[in-house]
């Protein structure tokens, strides 16, 4: 079963500008995460937003979330060509023990 | 520190073989263990989590199945391999519901 899902599925921009992507969600959480994985590699966690939580920053990122909406949206400001990759939100399956759940992502393509 | 390692990192096997793909965690005790795959392009689909040894839950029904005979030792088999088991299968770790997931460098299997 899909928790999360990203929008856009893809989006191309030039180096410098910013990247927002959008995640849904379907059920209550404790908490949401962000990934990133380049072409071909393992994810790697980039940020976890409790959902006590409006707005959390790491350099250049910026997460927000809406529980009202169940939605979460990650910023990634000035962006570079070593940005290139693609996201992933993820969430816990409600009332589960350690079902973790994933997007189907955004490719992010960023252009020198 | 914690590390994980999945091998190998590529595998052509032919339709009907069997397989098995084995993933370990160092650095850590006790950890939330998760396969995944996925397809070209898309998205993360979790197929087994374990929270303890001998405990496996299966979130896909298929031809593959997962075991957990140490603590932080994860293994991904399959009696007969489909074509439609190709894909890459990644394992992560976690510490527990609501923390992030770290995960291994993946596995390309291509069934032919």
């Known amino acids: 079963s899909q928790q999360g899902e990203e929008d856009p599925q893809a989006l191309s921009i030039q180096e410098g500008e910013n990247a927002t992507m959008n995640c849904s969600y379907k059920t209550s959480i404790n908490n949401l995460q962000w990934y990133r994985q380049n072409s071909g590699r393992g994810l790697v966690h980039l940020i976890l937003?409790?959902?006590?939580?409006r707005e959390k920053h790491s350099g250049r990122l910026r997460v927000t979330l809406d529980t009202s909406k169940k939605s979460s949206s990650l910023l990634i400001t000035a962006s570079r060509a070593a940005d290139t990759a693609s996201y992933f939100c993820a969430t816990y399956h409600g009332g589960s023990q350690g079902n973790l759940i994933f997007g189907k992502g955004t490719k992010l393509s960023v252009k020198p | 520190s914690q590390t994980i390692h999945q091998w190998p990192a590529t595998l052509v096997q032919p339709v009907g073989s069997p397989l098995s793909l084995e993933c370990t965690v160092e650095?850590?005790?006790?950890?939330?263990l998760y396969w995944y795959r996925q397809a070209a392009g898309r998205g993360l689909q979790l197929l087994f989590y374990?929270?303890?040894?001998?405990?496996i839950s299966s979130e896909v029904p298929q031809n593959l199945s997962a075991s957990r005979p140490q603590d932080r030792q994860f293994i991904l088999s399959s009696k007969k391999l489909l074509l439609s088991d190709s894909g890459f299968y990644l394992c992560?770790?976690?510490?527990?519901?609501?923390?992030?997931?770290?995960f291994g460098q993946g596995t390309r299997l291509t069934v032919v």
């Open positions: 650095g850590t005790s006790n950890p939330n």
């Open positions: 374990s929270v303890g040894i001998g405990q």
């Open positions: 992560a770790w976690s510490s527990g519901m609501n923390t992030e997931a770290f």
């Open positions: 937003i409790r959902s006590n939580e």
